[in-house]
C-alpha cells in the first residue's frame, strides 16, 4: 500500500484529472436519474409476513390511505354556497385520473339509510344544491339523524365537512400533490377555507422539504467547516484540499444511488452532512502530522514531506476508515430500507473519502507546494506543555476516571429504560408547521387522520351475519372509543346494521342495536343490497361473511396511540376464539407499527455486531484481544450516554435517531485507533510511561482534539435543519464526538496506561 501511493506521487496530475472525469459522469447520473422517496409501504421489506397479509386485506377491503380535504365555514356549512363547493370539489376529484370515481367519499356521495311504507330506501343526501331555507334544515335535519355520516363526515358543530379521496400509493406523484394543492386554492373564499391533510399529503411534503432541507444544510456545513479548517490549518491550499476530498465522495456516494437506482429517502438528506463532517477527520490527521514533520524539517522538500506523511499516516488512517465504515455497514442488518441504504453509502463515502485523502491531498502538494508552517516555537512550546501536564494529571488521579466512567455509565442505565420508538411521519414536522397545525384541526372536528384495520378472521362461512358475533365486535368498537382518547370513532359492518335496525323501527333510538336474530340480520343486508350500492359493504366485509374489516380512526400517527389501541384489542382475543375468529391487522397504521418493530430489532443488531467487529478488528491490527477491548471502551460508553441522554429527554428513537449508535461507533472509534497507534509507536521509541502519554498526547491528543472540533462544528449545523428529528440527531451526534474525544483520552489512556501491555515485552 505504502509503495503504491509513493508510486503515485510520480503523477499527481493524472490522479487529478481521472478524479475529475469520473465525478463528472456520476454528477450528470445523478442529475438526470437522482429520485426522492417518501412511501412509507417503500421503506419496508416487502416479504415480511406482517406486510404480506396487509397488502391482501388491502386488495380484499380496497384499504389505501386518503387524502382528506376539510372545508371550513365557521358560519355553519348548511348553505347553499358551501354545499355547491363541497359538490364542485367532490366531482372535480372524481374527475382526476390519479382517483377512482368510487373511492370519493362526501356528504354529496354518501348513501341516506332511511325506512319508508315500503321497508328501506338508500337515497343520496343531496344531488342538486338545496336552496331554500326549509330544503337546507331538511338537509341538516337528516345529517343530524343519521350517526353514520353526523360526526364522521360533518363536524357535531356543523362548521366542517370533509372529502376523503382514496389513492392508491403507486400513483402519487409531486405534480398530483401540486395539482391537489392548487385545486383547494380555487375555492377558498373569506367565508370558505378549504384544508388538506392525509398520509399522502404528509409525504407530499416530505418529498418537498427533505431536498430543500439539504440544499441550505450543504452550503451551511461547507462554509463551518471550511472556516474551522482554516483557523486549524492555517492555509488556504490545505483547507481547499481537504474540502476537495469530501466534495468528491459526497459527489460519488449520491452518484452511485443514481447508477444503482436506490432512491433518495428522507435520512439520505443528511449524507453530505456526515461525510463532510466525518470525511475532513483524514485531512486534519494528514496535515496535523505533516505541520509537525515541518516544525522538525523546515528545509524538507514536498516529496520528502509527502513520502514522510504517507509513510508514518496511512496505515491510521486506513485503520480508522475502515472501522468507520463497518460502524455504519453495520446497518445492512437493519430490515428498513432508508437505514440499510444509508449505512452502506456512507460508509462507501467514507472509503472514497479515505481514498481521495491519500491521493488528492498527496497529489496536490506535490502540484501546489507544501503549506507554510511558522516556526512559533513558544507556542509549540506552550501546546506541548498543555497536553505534558493533562496527561500527567489525568494518570496521576487514575481513580477519578474510573469512578466518574462508572457513575456514568449508572446514569445512562437509567436513562435507557426510558426510551420509546416512534415512526410518526407528522412529528418529523415543526409544531407550528402548516401540515401539523392542519392535521390538529381535522382531528379536533373528526375522528382522526391515521387509521388502524382490524382484520377479523373467521374459520366459517357466515360468521358475521351472526348477531353474538356482531354484538361482541360492537362491544369491542365501545371499548376502545370510550376508554381511549386518542381514538376518534370506529366503523365496520355494525354500524350498517345498527343504523338498519334503527330505520326499520322508525327510527326510534331503541333500536340503534344488533338485533336478536340472524334471519333479521341477513333480512336486513338483502334489503340494503336491493335498494343500495351493495358494493358499499365490500369495504368492510367480504362476499362470505367470513372476514370483516374494522377501521379506527386515531387522532395520532405514533407508536404510543397505535400500542394503546393494540392493548385494548386484544383483550378481545379469547372471546372472539371462542367463536373460531382471528385477529389480524392492515393498513398504514399498522405498517407504521411493524416498522418500529423493526427499528428497534435492526438497532439492536447493528450495535452488536458493530461493537463485536471492531474489537476484532483493532485485536487484528494491533495484534492483541486486550486492545481491542481497552479501545472498544470510549465508543461503549458513547453511547450508552447518547441513549441513556435520549431516555432523560424523551427523544423517541426513530429512522433517524436509529442511525445514532453506529454514527457514534464509526466517528468515535477514529480517535481511539489514532490515539493507540500513536502510543504504540511511542512505547517503542521510550522507556517511561509517563513520556510515552505525554508524547501521545501532544500528537494525536492534538489531532483528534481539532477533528472533534470540526466534527462537532458539523454536526450541529444539523440544528438548523426543517425537521426536528434531525436537530436531534445533530446534537447527539455532537455529544457524542465530545464524549468520545473525552473518553480517549481519560479513561482509554488510563487503562493503556495501568494494562502495561507495551512495555511487558521490554522487561522480560
Given at each position: ?22 465525478s463528472a459522469f456520476l454528477f450528470f447520473e445523478m442529475k438526470e436519474n437522482s429520485a426522492m422517496e417518501t412511501d412509507l409501504d417503500k421503506y419496508m421489506p416487502q416479504d415480511h409476513p406482517a406486510f404480506v397479509y396487509s ?710
Amino acid at each position: 500500500m505504502e509503495n503504491l501511493l509513493k508510486k503515485l506521487l510520480k503523477a499527481p496530475w493524472a490522479i487529478i484529472i481521472m478524479t475529475i472525469i469520473i465525478s463528472a459522469f456520476l454528477f450528470f447520473e445523478m442529475k438526470e436519474n437522482s429520485a426522492m422517496e417518501t412511501d412509507l409501504d417503500k421503506y419496508m421489506p416487502q416479504d415480511h409476513p406482517a406486510f404480506v397479509y396487509s397488502d391482501q386485506a388491502e386488495e380484499w377491503f380496497g384499504i389505501n390511505d386518503g387524502i382528506i380535504v376539510a372545508i371550513e365555514n365557521k358560519n355553519g356549512i348548511f348553505n347553499t354556497a358551501t354545499l355547491d363547493t363541497l359538490k364542485q370539489l367532490t366531482k372535480k376529484l372524481q374527475k382526476m385520473d390519479e382517483i377512482e370515481k368510487a373511492d370519493v367519499t362526501s356528504l354529496y356521495t354518501a348513501d341516506n339509510i332511511v325506512g319508508t311504507e315500503d321497508g328501506m330506501d338508500v337515497k343520496a343526501f343531496y344531488k342538486r344544491v338545496p336552496k331554500s331555507e326549509e330544503k337546507l334544515n331538511k338537509l341538516e335535519k337528516n345529517v343530524e339523524n343519521n350517526e353514520m355520516t353526523f360526526g364522521r363526515l360533518v363536524s357535531y358543530d356543523k362548521t366542517v365537512t370533509v372529502i376523503i379521496a382514496e389513492i392508491r400509493d403507486d400513483v402519487f406523484t409531486q405534480d398530483f400533490y401540486n395539482k391537489i394543492l392548487s385545486l383547494v386554492d380555487e375555492y377558498e373564499t373569506d367565508d370558505i377555507k378549504v384544508h388538506v391533510a392525509g398520509r399522502p399529503i404528509v409525504e407530499g411534503t416530505m418529498a418537498l422539504l427533505g431536498p430543500a432541507d439539504m440544499k441550505k444544510m450543504v452550503p451551511i456545513v461547507l462554509l463551518v467547516i471550511t472556516l474551522v479548517l482554516f483557523i486549524m490549518l492555517r492555509s488556504i491550499k490545505s483547507t481547499l484540499l481537504t474540502m476537495s476530498v469530501v466534495f468528491f465522495s459526497t459527489l460519488w456516494v449520491f452518484g452511485l444511488m443514481a447508477v444503482t437506482g436506490i432512491p433518495i429517502y428522507a435520512v439520505s438528506t443528511m449524507i453530505p452532512v456526515m461525510l463532510i463532517a466525518i470525511g475532513v477527520a483524514d485531512g486534519i490527521h494528514l496535515y496535523s502530522h505533516l505541520q509537525l514533520f515541518l516544525r522538525k524539517n523546515p528545509k524538507a522538500t514536498k516529496k520528502e514531506a509527502s513520502i514522510d506523511m504517507i509513510k508514518n499516516m496511512w496505515k491510521p488512517v486506513v485503520m480508522t476508515s475502515i472501522t468507520t465504515a463497518i460502524g455504519f455497514v453495520s446497518l445492512l442488518t437493519s430490515q428498513v430500507y432508508p437505514i440499510k441504504y444509508f449505512g452502506l453509502f456512507t460508509a462507501f463515502g467514507v472509503l472514497m473519502a479515505m481514498v481521495f485523502s491519500l491521493t488528492l491531498i498527496p497529489a496536490g502538494l506535490m502540484i501546489f507546494g507544501l503549506p507554510k508552517v511558522k516556526a512559533a516555537k513558544d507556542e509549540d512550546n506552550a501546546e506541548t506543555n498543555m497536553a505534558n501536564n493533562f496527561a500527567a494529571k489525568i494518570l496521576k488521579r487514575k481513580s477519578v476516571s474510573i469512578y466518574v466512567t462508572a457513575a456514568i455509565i449508572i446514569m445512562s442505565i437509567v436513562g435507557m429504560q426510558k426510551i420509546w420508538i416512534n415512526t410518526s411521519f407528522l412529528e418529523k414536522f415543526e409544531k407550528d408547521s402548516d401540515i401539523v397545525l392542519t392535521d390538529q384541526f381535522i382531528n379536533q372536528h373528526f375522528g382522526g387522520t391515521t387509521t388502524l384495520n382490524l382484520i377479523l378472521d373467521a374459520d366459517k362461512k357466515g360468521t358475521f351475519k351472526t348477531p353474538e358475533v356482531l354484538k361482541l365486535v360492537e362491544k369491542m368498537q365501545n371499548k376502545v372509543e370510550n376508554d381511549l382518547d386518542i381514538v376518534g370513532n370506529s366503523f365496520t359492518l355494525t354500524d350498517y346494521i345498527n343504523r338498519m335496525n334503527k330505520v326499520m323501527n322508525a327510527d326510534n333510538d331503541k333500536f340503534n342495536v344488533i338485533p336478536d336474530t340472524k334471519e333479521m340480520v341477513a333480512q336486513y343486508l338483502l334489503l340494503y343490497e336491493m335498494s343500495g350500492d351493495p358494493e358499499n359493504l365490500n369495504k368492510v366485509v367480504d362476499f362470505d361473511y367470513q372476514k370483516l374489516n374494522v377501521t379506527f380512526q386515531l387522532k395520532s400517527d405514533n407508536s404510543k396511540a397505535i400500542n394503546s389501541t393494540l392493548d385494548i384489542i386484544h383483550t378481545f382475543e379469547k372471546d372472539f376464539a371462542k367463536h373460531g375468529v382471528s385477529l389480524k391487522y392492515a393498513g398504514s397504521g399498522y405498517k407504521g407499527l411493524v416498522f418500529t418493530d423493526l427499528i428497534l430489532e435492526g438497532q439492536v443488531m447493528s450495535l452488536i455486531l458493530s461493537l463485536i467487529i471492531i474489537i476484532i478488528l483493532l485485536s487484528l491490527m494491533f495484534k492483541n484481544f486486550k486492545i481491542g477491548l481497552i479501545g472498544a471502551i470510549p465508543i461503549i460508553v458513547t453511547a450508552l450516554i447518547s441513549f441513556g441522554t435520549m431516555g432523560f429527554l424523551n427523544i423517541p428513537l426513530n429512522t433517524t435517531t436509529a442511525l445514532l449508535s453506529s454514527i457514534a461507533i464509526g466517528i468515535g472509534i477514529d480517535y481511539a485507533v489514532h490515539f493507540i497507534e500513536q502510543y504504540r509507536n511511542n512505547a517503542l521509541k521510550y522507556d517511561d510511561k509517563l513520556i510515552v502519554a505525554q508524547k501521545t498526547m501532544a500528537h494525536s491528543g492534538r489531532a483528534i482534539s481539532y477533528n472533534a472540533i470540526v466534527v462537532i462544528a458539523g454536526f450541529l449545523v444539523l440544528l438548523f435543519s426543517v425537521f426536528p428529528p434531525n436537530r436531534e440527531l445533530g446534537a447527539l451526534v455532537s455529544l457524542n464526538m465530545f464524549t468520545s474525544f473525552v473518553g480517549t483520552i481519560t479513561i482509554m489512556l488510563v487503562l493503556l496506561y495501568g494494562s502495561n501491555i507495551y512495555f511487558k515485552k521490554k522487561k522480560k
